[in-house]
């Protein structure tokens, strides 16, 4: 957020949604390969973490 006003608004918004949305699809993942994983050995997650 340190570069708003430094580059192009429609560059800076753009980006901003960007890494919002992949920080959305890496928790979706971080999921999946939870749930996985203890589907196969059994062992919860540390952080109590909902299993798909």
Known sequence: ??????????????????????????KEWRDVINSYFHRKSGISDELNRKIY
């Open 1 to 26: 957020k340190k570069l708003q006003g430094m580059i192009a608004e429609n560059t800076y918004i753009h980006v901003l949604e960007s890494f919002g949305l992949q920080l959305e699809d890496s």
